[in-house]
């Protein structure tokens, strides 16, 4: 079954800073959305409304999410002000920035966790960056219709 754990902690969000600045040209190059510094990132933000909320919305993909993939892990949800609109390191975290809708969130979370449980099969085939997304977005688009 399928858990997950939302969170929230300054130390994420400085490393998320760090790696949207190392990557900011190829981000840029790519097309990327990302938030770094500005009006936005100085709101303050209710972490826990916005999980209660990301949560509601994640439970209407939770069950196609669990027939699709194997996801017999624990993984760990990271909030954050900063980034791109969603990213991930394996085996089990996943970062998401909080400036979009729960139902986009949620959708990025289930977009991401699709990324950690095929990250094996990329590796083995050697895909590029477009072919992984590609076949990310399809496996994406089954459990989110």
């Known amino acids: 079954m399928l858990k997950i754990v939302f969170k929230h902690s300054h130390l994420i969000d400085l490393k998320i800073i760090s790696q949207t600045i190392q990557y900011r040209s190829w981000l840029n190059r790519e097309g990327y959305h990302y938030y770094l510094f500005g009006t936005n990132v100085i709101k303050k933000i209710n972490y826990k409304k916005i999980t209660s909320d990301v949560k509601k919305e994640f439970e209407k993909y939770k069950i196609k999410l669990e027939k699709k993939v194997t996801v017999s892990k624990y993984y760990k949800i990271y909030l954050t002000k900063y980034g791109t609109y969603g990213s991930y390191d394996l085996p089990d975290k996943v970062y998401v920035n909080v400036f979009r809708t729960p139902k986009q969130i ?3 979370i289930v977009h991401e966790i699709v990324h950690l449980e095929f990250e094996d099969e990329v590796k083995r085939k050697k895909l590029t960056h477009d072919q992984k997304e590609r076949l990310i977005d ?8």
């Open 138 to 145: 399809e496996k994406v688009a089954e459990i989110l219709e």
């Open 106 to 108: 949620a959708e990025t």
